[in-house]
């Protein structure tokens, strides 16, 4: 498995190319401006100043190659409330502006302020478009809100981009980068999927705790770990309700077993000449096609124990001899029990192994089942041998529903 996360250890911001377009303000009295008669600032005034400075910036911009900027009118409207309501706009700190436009707007990664002031409305228009940030490829958004400083026109602006919220949705439809709310505490950070990796272990730059274990279907679409347990039913005849659950365990994992033989994805033929796509397969789809490598039978043996009434779950890690792998877990009311699902044709009673000393060489990073994905921060001499303890292994916490759409 390989980790496909890049993750952006905080918020970017282009703060040094505001602050070294300056804050211009003048110190001498104007006493020009004091007799000249000041526009009405109304909400006309406001659209047509910044419509006059997205055509002067795109006039920049077009020659250099730079896609044109427009305006952001939810991020307009709060500008313009937030200048309004500052005592005095012209003494604004610029870091005060990023803070409520971040705060407002968690997906706004890409900010740069400037603030100008002017005896009249075309020379302000200037100032704004010689700003150096204007040609800065990385924003698609400029706003602009003039006010009254003095006998002056002065004018904030306002260069961004908004990345979006994740969700899988939207990671599927375009992909790139999103901003996104860490479960375990709350922070805020950037996050960029790489599709290629199998398995996208999404941990949180600020507490380091894992999020999220997302991996790419044959169709090629990503989905939650969780998801691929679907409830599959072995054919045939069930399996008795006689035995032990150690006798039904094994009987079910038998006709696994011999069923599915160990392929890896590289050996399955790819949808593209010389690509190699690594996929995670749904317990029916690998029952189908027969084979399977690690997390394929990991998964189908899960779902079927799980069908059959036994807690399973699949932890995703290390193991000592093959390097990251996936394997199964079950716990029964005595034993909890370690399940290598990559064996082929026999599995006796020997292979079901209880965990303890001999299992030492699996070291488990993340376990999920249908419902939950489980992480630990215990050391693990202790986690290595009990899988299913609360204290030790976490559930990610589910986001309320509608405070971020991501679940
Ligand atoms: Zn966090």
Same mark, same amino acid.
């Given at each position: 498995?390989?980790?496909?996360?890049?993750? =952006?250890?905080?918020?970017?911001?282009?703060?040094?190319?505001?602050?070294?377009?300056?804050?211009?303000?003048? #110190?001498?009295?104007?006493?020009?401006?004091?007799?000249?008669?000041?526009?009405?600032?109304?909400?006309?005034?406001?659209?047509?100043?910044? $419509?006059?400075?997205?055509?002067?910036?795109?006039?920049?911009?077009?020659?250099?190659?730079?896609?044109?900027?427009? !305006?952001?009118?939810?991020?307009?409207?709060?500008?313009?409330?937030?200048?309004?309501?500052?005592?005095?706009? $012209? $003494?604004?700190?610029?870091?005060?502006?990023?803070?409520?436009?971040?705060?407002?707007?968690?997906?706004?990664?890409?900010?740069?302020?400037?603030?100008?002031?002017?005896?009249?409305?075309?020379?302000?228009? #200037?100032?704004?478009?010689?700003?150096?940030?204007?040609?800065?490829?990385?924003?698609?958004?400029?706003?602009?809100?003039?006010?009254?400083?003095?006998?002056?026109?002065?004018?904030?602006?306002?260069?961004?981009?908004?990345?979006?919220?994740?969700?899988?949705?939207?990671?599927?439809?375009?992909?790139?980068? =999103?901003?996104?709310?860490?479960?375990?505490?709350?922070?805020?950070?950037?996050?960029?999927?790489?599709?290629?990796?199998?398995?996208?272990?999404?941990?949180?730059?600020?507490?380091?705790?894992?999020?999220?274990?997302?991996?790419?279907?044959? $169709?090629?679409?990503?989905?939650?770990?969780?998801?691929?347990?679907?409830?599959?039913?072995?054919?045939?005849?069930?399996?008795?309700?006689?035995?032990?659950?150690?006798?039904?365990?094994?009987?079910?994992?038998?006709?696994?077993?011999?069923?599915?033989?160990?392929?890896?994805?590289?050996?399955?033929?790819? #949808?593209?000449?010389?690509?190699?796509?690594?996929?995670?397969?749904?317990?029916?789809?690998?029952?189908?096609?027969?084979?399977?490598?690690?997390?394929?039978?990991?998964?189908?043996?899960?779902?079927?124990?799980?069908?059959?009434?036994?807690?399973?779950?699949?932890?995703?890690?290390?193991? !000592?001899?093959?390097?990251?792998?996936?394997?199964?877990?079950?716990?029964?009311?005595?034993?909890?029990?370690?399940?290598?699902?990559?064996?082929?044709?026999?599995?006796?009673?020997?292979?079901?192994?209880?965990?303890?000393?001999?299992?030492?060489?699996?070291?488990?990073?993340?376990?999920?089942?249908?419902?939950?994905?489980?992480?630990?921060?215990?050391?693990?001499?202790?986690? #290595?041998?009990?899988?299913?303890?609360?204290?030790?292994?976490?559930?990610?916490?589910?986001?309320?529903?509608?405070?971020?759409?991501?679940?």
């Amino acid at each position: 498995m390989v980790r496909g996360l890049l993750s =952006f250890g905080s918020v970017m911001l282009a703060a040094g190319l505001a602050l070294s377009a300056g804050f211009h303000v003048s #110190g001498r009295v104007d006493l020009l401006g004091v007799f000249r008669a000041m526009p009405e600032i109304d909400a006309a005034f406001q659209r047509g100043f910044r $419509s006059d400075a997205i055509s002067r910036i795109n006039r920049v911009r077009i020659p250099g190659g730079v896609d044109e900027v427009s !305006g952001d009118e939810s991020l307009q409207a709060y500008l313009e409330s937030f200048v309004q309501v500052h005592p005095e706009p $012209s $003494s604004l700190e610029l870091d005060e502006v990023f803070d409520a436009l971040q705060t407002r707007f968690p997906g706004a990664q890409y900010l740069a302020a400037n603030l100008v002031t002017s005896r009249n409305r075309e020379d302000l228009l #200037g100032k704004i478009g010689g700003w150096i940030a204007v040609a800065n490829p990385e924003f698609d958004a400029i706003n602009t809100t003039v006010f009254r400083s003095g006998g002056r026109l002065g004018a904030l602006a306002v260069m961004s981009r908004r990345i979006p919220e994740f969700s899988l949705h939207a990671a599927n439809e375009k992909g790139g980068r =999103f901003h996104n709310r860490c479960p375990h505490c709350k922070v805020i950070h950037a996050l960029e999927l790489d599709r290629d990796s199998r398995t996208l272990i999404l941990s949180c730059p600020h507490c380091e705790l894992p999020f999220d274990v997302l991996a790419v279907d044959i $169709s090629g679409e990503i989905r939650r770990a969780n998801d691929f347990f679907e409830g599959f039913t072995l054919p045939g005849e069930p399996v008795s309700e006689e035995g032990s659950d150690e006798d039904r365990i094994l009987a079910l994992w038998q006709r696994i077993a011999t069923h599915c033989t160990y392929e890896l994805d590289q050996a399955r033929p790819s #949808g593209q000449e010389g690509e190699v796509r690594e996929v995670w397969k749904r317990p029916s789809e690998t029952w189908h096609e027969a084979t399977g490598d690690c997390e394929d039978t990991a998964i189908l043996l899960a779902d079927v124990l799980v069908g059959a009434g036994f807690d399973a779950r699949v932890a995703i890690g290390w193991n !000592g001899n093959i390097g990251q792998h996936a394997w199964v877990v079950v716990k029964t009311a005595e034993r909890q029990y370690l399940l290598e699902a990559t064996l082929q044709e026999e599995v006796t009673r020997d292979d079901l192994v209880e965990l303890g000393e001999g299992t030492d060489f699996y070291r488990p990073e993340q376990l999920f089942d249908k419902e939950r994905i489980y992480y630990t921060t215990a050391s693990p001499e202790s986690f #290595g041998r009990d899988y299913f303890s609360e204290s030790l292994w976490k559930a990610v916490p589910v986001p309320p529903a509608g405070e971020l759409s991501q679940r």
